[in-house]
């Protein structure tokens, strides 16, 4: 009986298994970086988009209160931007506040006591301040 020894040769397989992981390493970091990469990208437009949006609330809500306070100076007189300004509002704020925002339209529109357009101002004022507080709290920096 013969036995046959089997021998292998270790510096080869040592070369062999440093090409496959001079291979593979790259390979591996290339896809994990575009991951973390596509990860980065998609908070950035997130972020973004908050951003703008918070903007453009920012936007609505002051021209809302430019066009009261022009309103009130000219009492009586009844504008076209005025009510695209309110209307505008009710894409921004939440359906719980509508009711005072509806009775504060009918008390400008009705020229009612300047006490309680002023009561009222203030309410909204407040409402509209609180949600650009709350928003701008909600977007990372």
Known sequence: MVSETNTIDWSAT????????SIVTPTIS???NNIHQRK???LELKHSLRLESYHQMEKVFNDFLDNVSSKLHFVGSHSKEYELAYHKLFLYVPKEYWQTLKIFNEIILTNSDSDAIQEQYLKVTEILASLLQETQRQIPT
């Open 14 to 21: 040592a070369a062999w298994i440093a090409l496959a992981v």
């Open 30 to 32: 290339l896809l994990l």
């Open 40 to 42: 980065l990208k998609k």
